[in-house]
């Protein structure tokens, strides 16, 4: 990672390829949905962005009432990014969206979220 970070100080033209190429993600994960919302409401909500191609709300198996967050998917990246921007914060149905990308789940492996200490933290924890 110190020589792709370096090779961008020295040279700003410099391509990823080669490397790897920046994460390309067309999957919002939405959050603060309200218990009322179904899928056709959230892809007519999502669409003025750009072509939706699936809607996914996650209910509760014993009450069936939703969970509170689903994932929409675009056609385009970059439909995706303009809903996120558009979206994030936004009332809808009366609840604030919390809008981001989501992240792919692999079968079997525990997703390793980093966790970001600030220094006050960790001078607490030394008390």
Wanted: positive net charge; charged residues 25%; glycine residues 8%.
């Amino acid at each position: 990672m110190f020589i792709i970070r370096r090779s961008l100080l020295i040279n700003p033209a410099f391509s990823w390829r080669g490397f790897c190429s920046p994460p390309i993600n067309n999957k919002l994960f939405v959050g603060g949905l309200s218990w009322s919302v179904d899928e056709k409401s959230l892809k007519d909500a999502f669409s003025s962005y750009g072509e939706v191609t699936e809607v996914r709300i996650m209910y509760d198996k014993d009450t069936g009432r939703t969970r509170g967050f689903g994932f929409v998917h675009f056609s385009k990246a970059d439909e995706a990014q303009c809903a996120k921007d558009a979206m994030d914060g936004k009332a809808f149905l009366g609840r604030p969206l919390r809008i981001s990308f989501a992240l792919d789940k692999v079968r079997g492996a525990s997703v390793v979220v980093p966790r970001f200490s600030s220094v006050g933290d960790a001078a607490e924890r030394d008390n």
